[in-house]
């Protein structure tokens, strides 16, 4: 998959439509009743941006940068998206926590892909308000708790943290 990102795929403007499909369904999680999609969509999550990226830098090198301000406003309301999936109360709905632990188990592997189209400034802006979230619902239980764990562990592993 990743040498067909790199080396043949040429959707210079596939960046719109999957950052508005994913957000849509980031919006919708709370109202679905089957969660499948949402968590199918979720542990996918790390091929979702390798495509949203490669796509912006075909489109940014074609045009040489424009809407470079609304392809960053459009990440910055993805995450907000995101955030809100993590805020949302999962004590009575099973199906939404397994939704919110395959967000918490994907979301650092994007942090590499990110660095490509934002400073890592930003990319740690994100990564921090989606942690930050994780603190809002302790009720959730130890096997959620134990991905929140192992999330920070997968973002302090990430290229966030390598100072080199």
Not at 9 to 20: D, V
């Amino acid at each position: 998959m990743d040498a067909y990102i790199q080396k043949h795929f040429a959707g210079a403007l596939a960046y719109k439509e999957l950052i508005r499909c994913l957000k849509w369904y980031m919006d919708q999680s709370s109202e679905l009743i089957r969660q499948d999609p949402i968590q199918e969509t979720m542990r996918a999550l790390e091929y979702i941006f390798k495509f949203i990226v490669r796509s912006r830098l075909l489109y940014s090198r074609a045009t040489g940068g424009q809407e470079d301000d609304d392809f960053h406003v459009s990440v910055h309301q993805l995450f907000t998206s995101l955030r809100v999936v993590l805020n949302l109360d999962a004590q009575h709905a099973d199906t939404l926590l397994f939704s919110q632990a395959a967000l918490l188990s994907s979301f650092p592997a994007i942090f590499e892909e990110l660095l490509q189209v934002f400073s890592l400034q930003e990319v740690c802006e994100e990564a921090r308000g989606l942690l930050g979230c994780m603190s809002s619902s302790l009720h959730a239980g130890p096997s959620t708790d134990a991905e929140r764990l192992q999330s920070v562990a997968r973002t302090v592993d990430s290229p966030l943290f390598s100072f080199s």
